[in-house]
């Protein structure tokens, strides 16, 4: 599967943005998905994560409340919304799928997904 994230720009603190994860090459009902981001001089962490069916979400306590993970199947493509923003948010966002993954299941770790997007940046500005 061929993953292409969008919707990443420069905002206002306080402002939205919503991310998408579009798929391609296979349907990404077949993967569970995860969003990560990467700040400038920091390490990859997780950001939010989606089982195959869509029932369960995770979220890093930093963006809980705030963001919000969805799936579209028929569309193929999986979202972020991103209420809130605020200037630690900035980071470049990248979106992943797993293989083989159960239909209720939430994966944690980078390490785990096949897949990644090539990332968009996100600027949150004062």
């Known amino acids: 599967v061929q993953l292409q994230a969008s919707g990443g720009g420069l905002v206002q603190a306080g402002g939205s943005l919503r991310l998408s994860c579009a798929a391609s090459?296979?349907?990404?009902?077949?993967?569970?998905m995860g969003w990560f981001r990467q700040a400038p001089g920091k390490e990859r962490e997780s950001v939010a994560f989606?089982?195959?069916?869509?029932?369960?979400?995770y979220y890093t306590d930093s963006v809980k409340g705030r963001f919000t993970i969805s799936r579209d199947n028929a569309k193929n493509t999986v979202y972020l919304q991103m209420n809130s923003l605020k200037l630690e948010d900035t980071a470049v966002y990248y979106c992943?799928?797993?293989?083989?993954?159960?239909?209720?299941?939430?994966?944690?770790?980078?390490?785990?997904?096949?897949?990644w997007g090539q990332g968009t940046l996100v600027t949150v500005s004062s």
């Open positions: 992943a799928a797993k293989a083989n993954s159960i239909s209720s299941g939430i994966y944690y770790g980078a390490s785990q997904y096949n897949y």
């Open positions: 989606i089982s195959r069916s869509g029932g369960n979400t």
């Open positions: 090459g296979r349907t990404v009902s077949s993967y569970s």
